[in-house]
C-alpha cells in the first residue's frame, strides 16, 4: 500500500536503486516490502527556484501515515534521494498522503 513516486530531472543510473528505496520505505514505514510500489519518472522539463539544477519531486502515499513522524519520513527519504540522485537536499520537495482505506484499492477490492 505505500508508494512512493519520485520525479527528477536526475537519470537513475542503475535499476538496483530502485530496489534500495523500495527496503528503505518498508523499514521507515514498518510494513512488508510486498506491498511497497516505487514509481521512478524522469522528466529533464523540470526547474526549482528558476533553474535545472539536479531536483526532485517526491510523493509518499500510504495508509495512516502518522502526521507527527513526517518530518522523520522526510529527513530520511531526502537523506536517501540526495545520496542516489546526487541531489541537494534543499532540491528535493515531498508530498506525504494518507487516504482513507476505502480510498485505495488493490487485489480487486479496497483496504
Given at each position: 500500500m505505500p508508494?512512493?513516486?519520485?520525479?527528477?530531472?536526475?537519470?537513475?543510473?542503475?535499476?538496483t536503486q530502485l530496489s534500495t528505496i523500495s527496503q528503505a520505505i518498508a523499514s521507515m514505514l514498518s510494513k512488508p516490502e510486498s506491498y511497497v510500489m516505487v514509481k521512478y519518472t524522469h522528466n529533464s522539463m523540470?526547474?526549482?527556484?528558476?533553474?535545472?539544477?539536479?531536483?526532485?519531486?517526491?510523493?509518499?502515499?500510504?495508509?495512516?501515515?502518522?502526521?507527527?513522524?513526517?518530518?522523520?519520513?522526510?529527513?530520511?527519504?531526502?537523506t536517501l534521494l540526495a545520496e542516489i540522485f546526487n541531489i541537494s537536499a534543499e532540491r528535493i520537495y515531498i508530498e506525504f498522503?494518507?487516504?482513507a482505506?476505502?480510498?485505495?484499492?488493490w487485489n480487486g477490492a479496497t483496504f
Open positions: 508508494l512512493i513516486s519520485i520525479e527528477s530531472n536526475q537519470v537513475l543510473s542503475d535499476k523540470m526547474l526549482f527556484a528558476g533553474n535545472d539544477t539536479p531536483l526532485a519531486y517526491v510523493k509518499l502515499k500510504s495508509l495512516g501515515l502518522p502526521e507527527e513522524q513526517t518530518a522523520n519520513y522526510s529527513n530520511k527519504i531526502t498522503t494518507t487516504p482505506r476505502h480510498m485505495w484499492g
